[in-house]
C-alpha cells in the first residue's frame, strides 16, 4: 500500500511540476532573455574626444598591415586593445549594447590578425567596420 502511495505521490508532483512549468516558463524566459544588443549601426553615444584613439590607432594598424609590416601592425593593434580595454569602465555604462557591439568588431580584428592563423584579409575587413561603427557611435 505504501508503495502505491509513492507512486500516487510522485505522479501528483510531476503532474503538478509540469502544470507550473508550463504557467511560468513564459514569465521566466521574458526575464531571462538576452539583453538588448545594438544594432548592426550603433546609436552617436560617445564624444569625438572619447573615440579620437581608437580610431587614430586603427587607422595605424591598417596602415602597417597596407604596409606589410607585421611587428608595427600587431604592436599598434596590442596598443588599440590596451586603449579599448582601458576606457570600458568609463564607456560601457553609456550604452551597453552599443560598446557590446564595438568590442565584438574589435575582437574579430583581434583574432584575425593575432592568432597563430592569420586572416589580413578578415583583420582588415573587422578594423575598417570598426572605424565605421565608431564614427557612427560618436556625436556629431
Known amino acids: 500500500m505504501k508503495s ?3 507512486k500516487q505521490l510522485a505522479i501528483t508532483c510531476i503532474g503538478l511540476a509540469t502544470l507550473l512549468s508550463a504557467a511560468f516558463v513564459p514569465a ?3 526575464q531571462t532573455a538576452a539583453p538588448k544588443t545594438a544594432s548592426e549601426t550603433p ?9 579620437k ?4 590607432l586603427a587607422k595605424a594598424t591598417l596602415a602597417a598591415l597596407a604596409a606589410g ?3 608595427e ?3 599598434k593593434l596590442t596598443d588599440l586593445e590596451t ?3 582601458d576606457k570600458e569602465k568609463v564607456l560601457r ?3 551597453e549594447a552599443t560598446w557590446t557591439l564595438l568590442d565584438k568588431t574589435l575582437d574579430q580584428g583581434i583574432s584575425a590578425l593575432r592568432s597563430s592563423h592569420t586572416n589580413p584579409a578578415k583583420g582588415r575587413a573587422a578594423l575598417e567596420d570598426l572605424l565605421k561603427k565608431l564614427e557612427q557611435a560618436t556625436k556629431p
Open 53 to 56: 584613439e581608437f580610431k587614430a
Open 83 to 85: 586603449a579599448w580595454d
Open 28 to 30: 521566466v524566459s521574458a
Open 69 to 71: 609590416k607585421p611587428t
Open 43 to 51: 546609436a552617436p553615444i560617445y564624444t569625438a574626444a572619447e573615440t
Open 73 to 75: 601592425m600587431v604592436a
Open 4 to 6: 502505491n502511495m509513492k
Open 93 to 95: 555604462p553609456k550604452d
